[in-house]
């Protein structure tokens, strides 16, 4: 489909301006899966470090704001922040799995969004009885919702980054 092949060229680009994030080098997808090719990044999720005092969670929280910002300034929106995509190591704080990427830019609307359910925004998706049967809303899992009206935008990911600082902390 023409729409997953332009939500999948579009991550391909981002490594360009952070090296914070994954490069990106390939993709393919059959008629179930989506495989997304991107550099290893070794490191610990952020929800992992128990041992850190708040400040300095919080200063890993600030560097990761400044790596969504540059996404944002660069137009486009994660739509998957959760602890899990966060991961530090002695390098720094790292934004990674951006399989579910917007581009902000475009002006194709795509029915399904892709998020994580637990840290999900509300106008990023619409969520069906049959959808809660579907999954649990709350496993972590990456799911796509159906949302014929819904949009994003970077409000999306605040509110997905206050979540996981909530899980955090």
């Known amino acids: 489909s023409s729409n997953l092949r332009?939500?999948?060229?579009?991550?391909?680009?981002?490594?360009?301006?952070?090296?914070?994030?994954?490069?990106?080098y390939d993709y393919f997808y059959d008629s179930q899966n989506i495989y997304i090719a991107e550099s290893f990044?070794?490191?610990?999720?952020?929800?992992?470090?128990?041992?850190?005092?708040?400040?300095?969670?919080?200063?890993?929280?600030?560097?990761?704001?400044?790596?969504i910002n540059e996404l944002h300034k660069n137009g486009f929106v994660d739509c998957d922040i959760k602890p899990e995509h966060i991961l530090v190591n002695r390098h720094g704080c790292f934004i990674i799995d951006l399989g579910t990427v917007k581009d902000l830019n475009s002006k194709e609307h795509d029915?399904?969004?892709?998020?994580?359910?637990?840290?999900?925004?509300?106008?990023?998706?619409?969520?069906?009885?049959e959808n809660l049967d579907?999954?649990?809303?709350?496993?972590?899992?990456?799911?796509?919702?159906?949302?014929?009206?819904g949009s994003v935008d970077v409000r999306t990911d605040i509110y997905a980054f206050g979540r996981t600082m909530i899980k955090t902390f």
Do not use: W
């Open 6 to 24: 332009f939500s999948l060229i579009t991550p391909l680009s981002i490594h360009s301006f952070t090296l914070f994030i994954p490069a990106l």
């Open 41 to 67: 990044i070794e490191g610990t999720p952020i929800s992992e470090l128990r041992y850190l005092s708040v400040c300095e969670k919080i200063k890993l929280f600030i560097k990761a704001a400044g790596i």
């Open 111 to 129: 029915d399904y969004q892709m998020g994580t359910a637990a840290y999900a925004a509300p106008e990023q998706f619409t969520l069906y009885k």
């Open 134 to 149: 579907a999954f649990n809303c709350y496993s972590g899992d990456t799911v796509a919702f159906y949302n014929p009206v």
